[in-house]
């Protein structure tokens, strides 16, 4: 899952030279040069990737603190059927 985060990020910055760059401890916010709106994007498309709904009232930003971090954000919320295949 870290992996296709990274590739997703990539994907929105038009940088694919960030996967190289990026690892699981590095932050979305920090490392990956992304604005507020394309944070926003970023979510939805993992949202849809992963089948995930995230609430926006509620969710801290802590978790976008470190790719890993995220990740678990993500598995936590991932539907029954596809957390085991994952």
Do not use: N, W
């Amino acid at each position: 899952m870290e992996q296709r985060i990274i590739e997703l990020i990539g994907e929105l910055k038009k940088d694919p030279a960030l996967a190289d760059r990026l690892t699981p401890e590095s932050s979305i916010l920090k490392d990956s040069g992304m604005e507020s709106l394309l944070i926003t994007h970023f979510i939805l498309r993992v949202e849809d990737e992963f089948g995930v709904e995230i609430d926006f009232d509620t969710f801290d930003l802590s978790h976008l603190d470190s790719i890993a971090s995220f990740c678990g954000y993500i598995r936590q919320h991932l539907p029954e059927t596809a957390e085991s295949g994952r």
